[in-house]
Each structure stands twice: as C-alpha cells, then as structure tokens.
C-alpha cells in the first residue's frame, strides 16, 4: 500500500487552477447552512453531507478519539463532550473565509449525542464566537440552539485545537501524516485503511471524499490517505508538503488568527485599554528597558504592582512575568492558548524546558528566562499575532509607533516555493487577511520539534524597532 502511495505521489501537478478556496463562490455560513436544510427538506443528520457545497466539505480533519500522548509530548484533553471512534471519527469541516464549523460523529452505538449537528461560527464585526447545535430529526423548520459549551470552550467559547505539529487523538495527529514509519503513524494509518473501506457506505463520510472534488481542488486523484499528506517527504520545495494536504494545520493557522481578532476585540472594551495596552504588549514581546529608562521602568512596575494588588513578579530582563501581564488586562492564558480546554489542568504548568508541546517558560543556559511557549499554529503564535494587532491598533492613533516594522504572513514566507504556492496561494491570502504577525524571539531547542525557521537578524531587527517605538512614544 505504502508503495502505491510513493508511486501516485510522483504524479503531483500543480496549477492556479487548484485550490482548497474557490474564490467564485461565496464564503459557507450558518444562514446559508439553515437555507440548504430547510429548503431540502432534510430531517436526519445523515442527510447533511450530501447537500454541503464540495468546495466547503473540501476542508475536514477527523477525530478517532484514541488516547494516545502526542508524538512530541502533548498532553491528551481530560473531558471531551463529544465520543470518537477510530471507524466512527468525529468530522470536523470548516470554510476558511467565514471561519465557520460544523462537526457530527458517525451516530454509532454507545456515541454521545449521535443525532447533532454542532456549529461554530464567528461575528466579523463583534469579533466573538459562537457556539450552537441542530438536534435531529427535524420536524418542520430547522431549529438552531445554543450550546452549553463553557466548561470546555470557555466564557467567549473560544476554539480547542491542539499546537502544531502534535493533534492527539486525531487522524493524521504527527504533522498531518499517516504514510510514515513512526509508529503512531502505523497505527493510525490500519486503523484509516479500514475506516475508508466503510466510508463508502456511510453517509455521515462517503460526501467528505468525493473523487470529483478531490481532482478539482487539489489536482490529483483520490488517495488512501486523503485529506492528508500523501507521503512524508521532507524536501521544502516538494508539492506534497503544501498546505492544501495539511487539513490540521490549516485549522488551526485560521483558529488561532480567529482567537487574536477575538482577544484584541476584548482588550478593547476595558476602559483603560489605552493606558494599558502599550505596557502589555511592551511585556508581551519580551522587551529589555533601555538603561537610560531605568526610571520609567521602575515606575511602570509599580503601577502594575498597584494594579494587580500584588507584587509585582519580574523577570531578570525586567519585564512582567506571563500571566501577571495578561492579568493586567483581565486574561488569563486560558483565554488566548487554545491548546487545551478551557479548565485543563496543562494550563497550570510554568516550565516548558522539557515539555515542548505545553504552556510555560524554556529555560536556556546563560541566558535569562524570557520566552514563554504560547500558542504555535505552524506559522506564528498566538503572542506574535495579538502583538501584531496590538501594535496595528496603536498605529492608527500614533503612527510613529509602526516605524521599522514589518508585519508578516503566509503569502510574502512561502510565494518562494513556486510548485506548492500555486495551490496554497488563495489559502495565504485569506489568512493573511485574518491576520499577519510580528516575529518574536523563541529558544533554538524548539526549533526542530516544533518545525519552526531559523529566528533571522531581520527578524531581531524588527522586534527591538517594536521594542524601542513602545518606549519611545509611550513608556518614557
């Protein structure tokens, strides 16, 4: 099997004709989902595959449910609302323009809820999510519901997807891979052979993997290991390592610009956000107070002391440690790190030297504790994204504080691999739109667990330009 793969992954073409978003058509959301079940007159959950748009049913990752730790360490979630089974996945499908979700499982027996229909949906203008559901069978017209979901999504029912590149307990859970010879991949890749072989009959599945669809957006035929990665080289420029076969970490790149828009949005309804913002994103990108601004420093501080009602907890560089920052401004990391469940208990973690896929500070010899593992979605973390739309807010006020930056994204990072651009291009833009990001410092150790480039001079360049500016126009 694993050679018939080899063979048909030699066959790649790539064309602008290709593309997991048809930009001819519009973005998939919830009021065009009721129309189309309404207006269809569909009563049963199974019914529902069938009549979704192929270029929205394109985008799925699948949920086996299989409590295995992550490949480089991520811990397992410790209450899941929804059951998995490795036959019966939960199917998750996204549009990656509206950022909206549905997700079902395969109605087995002994599954929760088999008979719902979840929907996640963002508001563009208020910038907060949504979480809500369609019981089935339907009698009449479709009845759409909130969701009682805080417990794992938190208050602003914020996404739950795992940091790149480790999904446990998903298909395809090591880098979007299922053809390899590590041994989750073995396992999960049996376990997918025979989960496709009933696909076929199930109408919960058997829309997902369409042949027609599968030629018309990615360029190629259906393969065994479809949505994922069908082989797993490791050459850059190899068509096969595009993003348009990574389904997990397109997720998860537009989850997490989604969670920015939302966290700055509600940065922005306290009242002393101005007062406060400079500082916070000053802490946030890991900034060293000038030796001439030592005074400003100590002022800072205290206010911050005063603000929190504690004291202040410093590291050596001066800055406010991680969670006394988000303090300043209401947060909590479990607000902006979508990691894990909203109450999980990997949040209380503080040291992530030998934990690379959780929360916490990695230690470095002869250096000082400075960087703190926020959330990695493959391209920027969750720190380097807010930053980026802290610094952009700020900019419109005072524009002085953008001189020197240069804020980056998928199109400008990956239009230099010619063959994979063309599929990814469309994808890039959009995320892009959603949001670019400032790059932030990280320890070289998480370098090759976490698949990350090399942190360039140009890169210090621009944080230390970000880093002066905040001082400059606002900390003095």
Aim: hydrophobic share 35%; net charge neutral; charged share 25%.
């Amino acid at each position: 099997m694993k050679a018939i793969i080899s063979i048909l992954a030699l066959n790649f073409f790539a064309s602008h004709a290709y593309a997991v978003i048809d930009l001819t058509k519009p973005a998939f959301e919830q009021q065009q989902l009721v129309e189309l079940i309404d207006s269809n007159r569909v009563t049963t959950l199974d019914e529902v595959p069938r009549i979704l748009p192929a270029d929205f049913k394109i985008n799925f990752v699948l949920k086996h449910g299989i409590k295995r730790v992550g490949e480089r360490g991520h811990l397992n979630e410790t209450k899941v609302s929804q059951s998995a089974d490795p036959l019966l996945p939960r199917a998750i499908i996204w549009d990656e323009r509206s950022g909206f979700s549905i997700s079902y499982n395969g109605g087995g027996e002994g599954q929760l809820a088999p008979h719902r229909l979840d929907l996640f949906s963002f508001n563009p203008v208020a910038k907060t999510f949504h979480l809500e559901q369609i019981d089935f069978p339907i009698q009449g017209k479709v009845q759409v519901t909130t969701t009682d979901c805080a417990s794992c999504h938190g208050p602003r029912h914020r996404p739950i997807f795992g940091m790149y590149p480790d999904w446990p307990a998903f298909y395809g859970s090591d880098n979007d891979e299922l053809t390899g010879d590590k041994e989750v991949q073995k396992l999960e890749l049996a376990d997918y052979e025979a989960f496709r072989k009933q696909s076929g009959h199930h109408p919960r599945y058997e829309p997902l993997f369409d042949s027609n669809s599968v030629q018309k957006y990615l360029g190629r035929p259906d393969y065994l290991s479809f949505p994922y990665r069908p082989d797993v080289s490791e050459e850059a420029r190899n068509v096969s390592r595009s993003f348009s076969f990574r389904p997990a970490l397109r997720m998860g790149i537009l989850y997490n610009r989604m969670t920015a828009q939302s966290v700055l949005a509600v940065l922005k309804q306290n009242p002393e956000y101005l007062k406060w913002a400079p500082y916070f994103v000053f802490n946030l990108l890991g900034c060293d107070w000038r030796t001439e601004l030592q005074v400003s420093r100590n002022i800072w501080n205290q206010r911050a002391q005063k603000k929190l009602g504690m004291k202040a907890n410093l590291l050596a560089t001066g800055i406010l440690e991680y969670r006394q920052n988000l303090a300043l401004m209401g947060l909590r990391i479990n607000d902006i790190d979508i990691r894990y469940s909203y109450n999980h208990a990997g949040y209380a973690n503080n040291d992530a030297t030998e934990k690379v896929m959780e929360v916490g500070y990695v230690r470095e010899p002869g250096k000082p504790v400075k960087y703190f593992n926020s959330y990695f979605d493959g391209s920027a973390t969750i720190d380097e994204l807010l930053a980026a739309r802290i610094l952009e807010d700020l900019g419109k006020k005072y524009p002085q504080i953008m001189s020197g930056l240069k804020f980056h994204g998928l199109t400008d990072k990956y239009q230099k691999f010619t063959d994979r651009f063309k599929l990814d291009k469309e994808f890039f833009a959009e995320m892009d739109k959603w949001g670019t990001w400032i790059p932030l410092y990280y320890p070289q150790s998480l370098s090759a667990l976490h698949h990350r480039e090399t942190y360039k001079e140009e890169f210090r360049v621009q944080q230390q330009n970000a880093c002066r500016n905040l001082q400059d126009v606002f900390l003095k």
